[in-house]
């Protein structure tokens, strides 16, 4: 059974770190391009970072550049989201995703996982 599993979500303070890990469970995600993305409640879901089967192309939406970085490693079938400088308005669920090219791509991805939740608040 083909499954992407996210973990790292939790609670942090405004201002503080995270890192999320995405994880291919039954297949190799070194041929796919992955994308980070997130729904808040009452909001529309959310595209975050992308990064390319390769790892050499990577985008960012603008709420989030220069305080998150999307990274893999396909020797151990992962990639991150590290987030810095975290704010209220980045609580959501996080849910990384796998399209079916190496490169990413404007339609939505086929594959997702279940999401993992992060809330920021003092």
């Known amino acids: 059974q083909y499954q992407l599993v996210e973990s790292g979500g939790g609670l942090v303070q405004p201002g503080g770190s995270l890192r999320l890990s995405c994880v291919g469970s039954?297949?190799?995600?070194?041929?796919?391009?992955i994308g980070w993305f997130r729904q808040a409640p009452g909001k529309e879901r959310e595209r975050v970072a992308c990064?390319?089967?390769?790892?050499?192309?990577?985008n960012y939406a603008d709420a989030v550049k220069g305080r998150f970085s999307i990274s893999r490693d396909n020797t151990v079938n992962t990639v991150w989201m590290q987030m810095n400088g975290l704010n209220a308005e980045d609580t959501a669920t996080y849910y990384c995703?796998?399209?079916?090219?190496?490169?990413?791509?404007?339609?939505?991805?086929?594959?997702w996982g279940r999401g993992t939740q992060v809330t920021v608040s003092s």
């Open positions: 039954g297949f190799r995600v070194a041929y796919y391009a």
């Open positions: 990064i390319s089967a390769g790892g050499t192309s990577t």
């Open positions: 995703a796998a399209w079916a090219t190496s490169n990413c791509r404007s339609s939505l991805p086929g594959s």
